[in-house]
T-cell receptor
Framework: NAGVTQTPKFQVLKTGQSMTLQCAQD?????MYWYRQDPGMGLRLIYY???????DKGEVPNGYNVSRLNKREFSLRLESAAPSQTSVYFC?????????FGPGTRLTVL | SQQGEEDPQALSIQEGENATMNCSYK?????LQWYRQNSGRGLVHLIL?????REKHSGRLRVTLDTSKKSSSLLITASRAADTASYFC???????????FGTGTRLKVLA
C-alpha cells in the first residue's frame, strides 16, 4: 500500500523541452491535485480533479495541462518548459477531511 | 492571489516552550486544516477544524478558528526538537474541493 506515488523524483530540462509528471494512488479517493512549491511561497494549486473525468484550474495553471487518466492516475504536462517552472511539484489526493501527499518531483529548467 | 498568509514566517524557540503560529485566509470555508512538512518532503495532516467550531485539541496541538476575522492559530505546547519543521494552514473553500495553502511558518526548536 504505497499511498501516493510520483515519478520521476528528479528531472532537469532545457528551456522549451516537454515532459509529463506522473501521479498514481492506491487509496481509491476521488479527488487529486497538483501543486508547486517555491521557496517562501508555500504550495500553490495548479490543477485539480474532483473526480474521474473532470479537471479544474487552480491558482497557477498557465503553462501546464493535466489528464485524469482513470481514478488512480493524474498526470501533469509541461508542453514547453520555462525557467520559471523550476520548482518542487507535489501530487496529493483528498480523503474526506485531509489530503495525502506524494514525495514530490524536483524539476529544474535550465 | 488566493494564497493565505501565515505569521510569523520563521520562529525559533527553546525546547519546552510553546509555539504559536497564525494563519489568515480569504474565502468562505468548509473547514481549515494544518499540515506539517519536514525538509522538502510531502506535507502531513495534523488537525482539522470545521467552520462551525471555535477550538480543537489533539495531543499537544490546539487550534482556534475565528471565521469573522478569517483567521486561525495553531499552538504547539511543550515543544520538542522533533517539532522542527514548516507548518502550513490550508483553507477549503466552501462548495468546492479546492485547498488553498498559506505561505507557512518555519519552526526551529532548539534542544
Amino acid at each position: 500500500n504505497a499511498g501516493v506515488t510520483q515519478t520521476p523524483k528528479f528531472q532537469v530540462l532545457k528551456t522549451g523541452q516537454s515532459m509529463t509528471l506522473q501521479c498514481a494512488q492506491d487509496m481509491n479517493h476521488n479527488s487529486m491535485y497538483w501543486y508547486r512549491q517555491d521557496p517562501g511561497m508555500g504550495l500553490r494549486l495548479i490543477y485539480y480533479s474532483a473526480s474521474e473525468g473532470t479537471t479544474d484550474k487552480g491558482e497557477v495553471p498557465n503553462g501546464y495541462n493535466v489528464s485524469r487518466l482513470n481514478k488512480r492516475e493524474f498526470s501533469l504536462r509541461l508542453e514547453s518548459a520555462a525557467p520559471s517552472q523550476t520548482s518542487v511539484y507535489f501530487c496529493a489526493i483528498s480523503g474526506l477531511d485531509e489530503q495525502f501527499f506524494g514525495p514530490g518531483t524536483r524539476l529544474t529548467v535550465l | 492571489s488566493q494564497q493565505g498568509e501565515e505569521d510569523p514566517q520563521a520562529l525559533s524557540i527553546q525546547e519546552g516552550e510553546n509555539a504559536t503560529m497564525n494563519c489568515s485566509y480569504k474565502t468562505s470555508i468548509n473547514n481549515l486544516q494544518w499540515y506539517r512538512q519536514n525538509s522538502g518532503r510531502g506535507l502531513v495532516h495534523l488537525i482539522l477544524i470545521r467552520s462551525n467550531e471555535r477550538e480543537k485539541h489533539s495531543g499537544r496541538l490546539r487550534v482556534t478558528l475565528d471565521t469573522s476575522k478569517k483567521s486561525s492559530s495553531l499552538l504547539i505546547t511543550a515543544s520538542r526538537a522533533a517539532d522542527t519543521a514548516s507548518y502550513f494552514c490550508a483553507s477549503i473553500t466552501s462548495g468546492t474541493y479546492k485547498y488553498i495553502f498559506g505561505t507557512g511558518t518555519r519552526l526551529k526548536v532548539l534542544a
